[in-house]
T-cell receptor, first 114, second 115 residues
Framework: DVKVTQSSRYLVKRTGEKVFLECVQD?????MFWYRQDPGLGLRLIYF???????EKGDIPEGYSVSREKKERFSLILESASTNQTSMYLC?????????????FGSGTRLTVV | GQQLNQSPQSMFIQEGEDVSMNCTSS?????WLWYKQDPGEGPVLLIA?????ELTSNGRLTAQFGITRKDSFLNISASIPSDVGIYFC???????????????FGKGTHLIIQP
C-alpha cells in the first residue's frame, strides 16, 4: 500500500522555536507538497518541490522554508514559530504524467505554538 | 493560486438522506478529483474524473465531470454515519510542461449527520 508518512501527529512548540516537520513517501514520486489547513480557509499551499533540491513557493510561504535533499523526503521548517502558525499541516506527493491520480496525502501534523 | 467555489460549506442531514455538493470554476480543468477527509486524518481520494461529461460511481458515491469542464458534482446516496467528514473537490489543469501538475482545491464541504 502506497504511503505518505508524516513523522508526528501532534506537536506543541514554544514561540520562537525552530520547528521541523518531516514527510516521507515510498512511491518514488517526483512531486511533494506542504499545505496548511485552517477552518474556513481550506487547504493552502505553502511550498512544493518537483525534484530533489528544487523548491517552489506556494501561496503562503512567509515564515516557512523547505528542504528536499532526497527524493523521498520533504521537510517543512518553521524558522521561528509563532502562534499564528498553529494549524494542521498536510504533506502530499504525486507523480507527473499520464495516469497520475492526483495527490496522496499524509495523515497530517497538528501543530500548536504556545 | 485560485480556489474553486465549492458549495455548500456545510450540510446537516439525517442518516439515510441523499447528499449533493458541487464545485465550479472560471477556468477549464482536464481532471476533477473528489477527496474525503475523516476527522484528524489527511484527505483520501474517492473518485477521479478525466473526461468531460464522465459519470463515475464508487459504491454509494457518484461524481460527474461537467460538460463545460468548469464544474463537477458529487452525490452520496443513503448517507450513513461514517460518511461524516470534509469533502474536497480538486481540479487539475492540462500539463504546462515541466514542474508539478498542481491541483486547485475547493474549500471543502463539511458533512454532519444527525442521528
Amino acid at each position: 500500500d502506497v504511503k505518505v508518512t508524516q513523522s508526528s501527529r501532534y506537536l506543541v512548540k514554544r514561540t520562537g522555536e525552530k520547528v521541523f516537520l518531516e514527510c516521507v513517501q515510498d512511491m518514488d514520486h517526483e512531486n511533494m507538497f506542504w499545505y496548511r489547513q485552517d477552518p474556513g480557509l481550506g487547504l493552502r499551499l505553502i511550498y512544493f518541490s518537483y525534484d530533489v533540491k528544487m523548491k517552489e513557493k506556494g501561496d503562503i510561504p512567509e515564515g516557512y522554508s523547505v528542504s528536499r535533499e532526497k527524493k523521498e523526503r520533504f521537510s517543512l521548517i518553521l524558522e521561528s514559530a509563532s502562534t499564528n502558525q498553529t494549524s494542521m499541516y498536510l504533506c502530499a506527493s504525486s507523480f507527473t504524467g499520464k495516469g497520475s491520480y492526483g495527490y496522496t496525502f499524509g495523515s497530517g501534523t497538528r501543530l500548536t505554538v504556545v | 493560486g485560485q480556489q474553486l467555489n465549492q458549495s455548500p460549506q456545510s450540510m446537516f442531514i439525517q442518516e439515510g438522506e441523499d447528499v449533493s455538493m458541487n464545485c465550479t470554476s472560471s477556468s477549464i480543468f482536464n481532471t476533477w478529483l473528489w477527496y474525503k477527509q475523516d476527522p484528524g486524518e489527511g484527505p483520501v481520494l474517492l473518485i477521479a474524473l478525466y473526461k468531460a461529461g464522465e459519470l463515475t460511481s464508487n459504491g454509494r458515491l457518484t461524481a460527474q465531470f461537467g460538460i463545460t469542464r468548469k464544474d463537477s458534482f458529487l452525490n452520496i446516496s443513503a448517507s450513513i454515519p461514517s460518511d461524516v467528514g470534509i469533502y474536497f473537490c480538486a481540479g487539475q489543469h492540462p500539463p504546462s510542461g515541466g514542474g508539478a501538475d498542481g491541483l486547485t482545491f475547493g474549500k471543502g464541504t463539511h458533512l454532519i449527520i444527525q442521528p
